[in-house]
């Protein structure tokens, strides 16, 4: 490496896109700076118990979960520095930082340029805040944190402990506080206007691509922002295919189709998922469909906080499995709430499967997709947002479950 750019030598604090410190802007901030701050602390809690001395965060949901900046930029590696007493701070490329300077209530930011490289930035800034001794989380399970970035640091800072801190973040996000419930109801009345726009076309000779187009535009009218999965959009055979979106294919009389929409409100999302036919259903499908009701009730009716996920799971799995279908394999439902591409849900964190042993609480929020599949066949999908209440659970979304034949007045 040429010695005039030898990472170790750059000046972090001057690299900046000129007037970004001087230039006055008022913030735009998701949540109040007293609930960040709430965060923060419950995080901190967390990382005492890990014994951390720091907190690398490179996970997009959990930068913005103590933070509020957000980016689709993510391509360009992105962290917060997170000590345990003391002010975090943005580590970000340079461009990136009018949205740390915009978005999130931290006021310390740092940046490289794209010829320079991330990692050493991230190091040079642990050594500059006396952390370069320290007990220092990082996020292995996270997707934005490579093998070689941690090789990288692990080189240039060789007496820093570097430990796995994954998940120490994300149990603070599962319960939701009044403001994310109020996004998440947001982010599924978007979902809804693009499921009743998608009734309102299907019929005979319509393809997948137009019905797609009519979500997505029904979605964003509603303050829809990009979702961090596609609309789904599945018809006839095609509909047995795992998140299946449009592909042309041209609508016919009795054909399921299979729609599963998020709508997103400051990265919050809800969604919903339905199988209405084109006219009259055939019969199995319409067994299909009816099971999956069912399955989703029953599971629904059993939440209500204190009682272990996999319970639930077992109450959907038997129901599906009394109806004549494949239940056992399948999770049925997971945490939603922050989501950044390339999911819309928070299942790393909590999801309703076989065995799951923790505990629902009061304002926990899911996505409950009740699948009944018959590959190479056809799908008959439900699903519901919901909130767990004091006592049991609020379905959040509002979409009748019928009628299933489309057209249909919704």
Request: proline residues 6%; contains cysteine.
């Amino acid at each position: 490496m040429n010695a005039k750019f030898a990472p170790k030598d750059i000046d972090w604090a001057k690299i900046r896109i000129p007037g970004i410190d001087t230039f006055k802007i008022k913030k735009t901030l998701c949540f109040s700076v007293a609930e960040f701050k709430g965060r923060l602390a419950r995080v901190r809690k967390v990382m005492q118990e890990k014994n951390l001395d720091a907190l690398l965060c490179t996970t997009p949901e959990n930068i913005f979960y103590l933070s509020g900046f957000q980016t689709p930029g993510y391509y360009a590696k992105q962290s917060l520095l997170v000590p345990l007493d003391g002010d975090p701070i943005h580590l970000t490329y340079v461009t990136e930082e009018t949205n740390a300077k915009m978005l999130s209530w931290i006021k310390r930011t740092a940046s490289y340029m794209y010829h320079q490289t991330a990692t050493e930035l991230f190091a040079a800034t642990i050594e500059q805040d006396g952390l370069d001794r320290a007990r220092i989380g990082i996020e292995k399970v996270g997707w934005f944190f490579t093998i070689s970035d941690f090789e990288k640091l692990q080189e240039r800072l060789p007496n820093v402990e570097f430990v796995d801190g994954s998940m120490t973040v994300e149990p603070c996000r599962v319960v939701k506080s009044a403001a994310e419930i109020d996004y998440i109801r947001k982010a599924t009345r978007a979902a809804e206007a693009g499921m009743r726009a998608a009734y309102a076309i299907i019929r005979p000779g319509v393809d997948e691509n137009e019905i797609a187009a009519a979500v997505q535009s029904a979605v964003t009218k509603l303050g829809g922002e990009y979702p961090s999965l596609p609309v789904f959009v599945a018809s006839g055979m095609r509909s047995s295919l795992t998140h299946a979106t449009w592909a042309g294919r041209k609508l016919k009389a009795g054909d399921p189709v299979v729609l599963e929409i998020s709508g997103t409100v400051n990265r919050y999302s809800g969604a919903l998922m339905r199988t209405p036919t084109v006219g009259k259903p055939p019969a199995k499908i319409k067994k299909m469909v009816d099971v999956s009701r069912k399955a989703l009730d029953n599971m629904i009716n059993a939440i209500r906080p204190g009682r272990p996920l996999g319970e639930c799971w077992q109450i959907w799995a038997d129901t599906v499995v009394r109806g004549g279908f494949e239940g056992r394999y399948k999770r049925t439902g997971y945490s939603i709430g922050i989501n950044f591409p390339p999911d819309w849900g928070e299942g790393h964190i909590l999801s309703f499967k076989h065995g799951e042993m923790r505990e629902l609480e009061p304002n926990m929020t899911f996505h409950i997709p009740s699948i009944v599949k018959i590959f190479g066949f056809a799908d008959g999908d439900n699903s519901e947002t919901v909130r767990v209440t004091k006592t049991g659970c609020e379905v959040i979304s509002k979409f009748p479950r019928g009628p299933m034949a489309c057209p249909a007045d919704v």
